[in-house]
C-alpha cells in the first residue's frame, strides 16, 4: 500500500500534490452531499479548518520540520526575549483553555435569573430590591458564590464560561482570518515580484486601490450588508486584510528572484509554479510567521469590535458582546465588562510580545 501511494504521488508531481487532490475531492463530495442532503456535515467553519490546517500543514509545519536544526536556532535565539517568551506562555495557555474549558464549565448561554448578579469571589455588593409586599425598596447584600468564581451577569449567565466561548472565538477568528490573509497576500506578493512586468503593475494597482479603504469601515459595510455570521465574519476579514502582507512579501521577493538559487532553477527547466511554491515561499516562510503573529491581534480586535457595535455572530458569545453587554450595565455589575477587556488586553499584548520576539530572532541584524 505504502509503495502504492508512492507511485501514485511520483507520477502526479509530489506527496503534497497528492494530498491537496485527495482533499479537493473529499471536500467536494462533502460540500455536493451538504447541498443535497437535508442535514449539515459540516459547519462552514469547519472547512475552512481543514483547508487553512491542511496548507499550513503542507507548506508551513512540513518546511519546518525539515529544518529542525535550523529552527533550534531560531528558538535559542527567540527564547532569550524574555517577554516573548511570556506571551508565548499565556497564547498556549489560552488555546488550552480554549480547547478543554468548555468540558469543566456551565453552558454559556444559560440563562438563570434567580443567580443574577453575583459577583466575583472576594467581592459583595449592595442592590436595591422592589419588595411588593411593603411597596418599598430594600437593600440587599450579594456575595460571590463558588460555582460563578467570575461571577455573574444580569442574567445569570456564568461569566467564566463566557470568557471561555469568548476565548474560543475569538482564537478562532484570529487564526483563521489570519491565515486567510496571509496566504493570500503571499500568493499576491510573490506571484507580483516573480512575474514582474505587466502582472506586477496590475496587482500592485488593486493592491492600492484595495489599500485606500479603510479596513474596518469596509467590514462593516460588508456585513451590514450580508448580515452577521461568524463565518463570514471571518472570510471577509481574511479577504480586505491582505493587502499589507503582500506589499512586504513582494519586496522580500524581489531580493530573492535574482538568487543563485532561483537562477539555477530556471536553467535546469523548472517550471514557474514550482519555483515559486518550491523555493520563493518556503525562503520567506520566516517573514510569513513574524507578519501572521503581528496581524492575529489586530483581527481579534476587530471581531471584538463588530461584536461591541452589534454585528457580531449572535449565536456565539465573544468578548466584544459580553463587552457590550456589560457597557451597558458597568454601574450594576462592573466586572462583566472589566474581565474581557482584561482578556483582550492580554491577548493582544501576548501576540505582539511574541510577534517582535520572533522578528528579532529571525533578523539577522539583531543582536538578540
Known sequence: MTELFKNVARKIGGVRKLILILLAAFLGITILLDILVVETIFDPLVYLYIVLGTIIALYGIQP???SRRLVRYYWQRAR???????GLAFILFLILLAVIGPFFTADPTAVNFEEKNHPPLGFTIEESVYDSKTQQFTTRTITAVREHPLGTDNKGRDLL???????????????????IAVLLGTLIGTISAYLGGKVDNAL????????????FLLLVLIVFIFGPNLAFIVVVIGL???????????????????REFIMASKALGASDRRIIMAHLIPNVISLIIVIATLSIPGVILAEAALSFIGLGDPTVTS?????RAGQQTLDTTWWVAVAPGIMLFLTVLAFNFMGDGLRDAFDPRSAV
Do not use: K
Open 64 to 66: 519546518l520540520y525539515t
Open 80 to 86: 532569550r526575549n524574555r517577554l516573548a517568551v511570556g
Open 204 to 215: 500592485m494597482r488593486f493592491t492600492d486601490v484595495m489599500m485606500t479603504f479603510p479596513f
Open 240 to 258: 480586505t486584510g491582505w493587502t499589507g502582507t503582500a506589499r512586504l512579501i513582494r519586496s522580500e521577493t524581489l531580493s530573492l528572484r535574482t
Open 161 to 179: 464560561a463566557m470568557l471561555i466561548s469568548g476565548a474560543r472565538v475569538s482564537l478562532l477568528v484570529g487564526l483563521l482570518a489570519t491565515g
Open 319 to 323: 468578548w466584544g458582546m459580553i463587552l
